[in-house]
């Protein structure tokens, strides 16, 4: 089945069962690997995409269900001219990751939220961010997302 969709601003057409998740779409069929699988039942996160601007688990969406919306991943948060968007930049900043895993879905969840509420709270950081991270980098999660809406320093080295 033919199915076309916006991914990272581009316009383009799949060739895919109904029901093949999004996320071996992005990662199989338009090489963008940057998704992660992680679980396959929506529970951890590391496949975290925006579909219309809201945070959304590809590993157990259709791509049937995308046919003519726009799709973001890690890749796309990327400005044209190569510019990290802020919170990339923060988590960088923040030294976060440890395995890296799970942080482009991490970072996915953190730009929805910031897009979301502008400067979250850490109750909104705690109810929002729920995707799993095995090497508990938590701490340094939070602060790059405070440091990203210009909260707090992003200078926790020796926390986590």
Known sequence: MAI???VNGKQVNVEAEA??????VLREDLALTGTKF????????ACS???DGELTRSCSVPVSDIAGKAVT???GLKS???ALHAVQQAWIDAQVPQCGYCQSGQIMAAV???ERTGTPSDTQI???MTNICRCGTYPRIRAAILAATGQAAANIQGEA
Do not use: K, Y
């Open 112 to 114: 929805a939220l910031i």
């Open 126 to 128: 705690d109810e929002a």
């Open 4 to 6: 076309g969709f916006t």
């Open 73 to 75: 991943t890690i890749e």
């Open 49 to 51: 995409v925006h579909v």
């Open 80 to 82: 044209d001219d190569g």
């Open 38 to 45: 992680g679980c396959g039942i929506a529970a951890c996160g």
């Open 19 to 24: 029901d093949t998740p999004l996320l071996w």
